[in-house]
Nanobody
């Protein structure tokens, strides 16, 4: 059973930084696609960033230049470095990994940007 465990959320002031992590366990096969999504209160879940096996990344327009997605060399742990955070970044952040065509989700971690 594949499980994704997230960490790194919390409360930060506007302009601050946070780093989220998401580690996979229970699978001997690595992911070929890793993503971060977020869901703010009253809004739909939205894609934040994607990284695929070759290292190509995609970002939502709202986070370009501020967020960076990366992964470890084993394709098991993914990261989201978030800089220059703004209140609109407040949401529950979810990691997602695609392993052998099946997608798995983390439990979500709360990020709150407030002064």
């Amino acid at each position: 059973q594949v499980q994704l465990l997230e960490s790194g959320g919390g409360l930060v002031q506007p302009g601050g930084s946070l780093r989220l992590s998401c580690a996979a366990s229970g699978s001997i096969v690595s992911a070929d696609k890793m993503s971060w999504y977020r869901q703010a209160p009253g809004k739909e879940r939205e894609m934040v960033a994607i990284i695929v096996g070759g290292g190509t990344t995609t970002y939502a327009d709202s986070v370009k230049g501020r967020f960076n997605i990366s992964r470890d060399k084993y394709f098991r742990t993914q990261y989201l470095q978030m800089n220059n955070l703004i209140p609109d970044d407040t949401a529950v952040y979810y990691c997602n990994q695609r392993i052998r065509g099946r997608e798995y989700w983390g439990q979500g971690t709360q990020v709150t940007v407030s002064s």
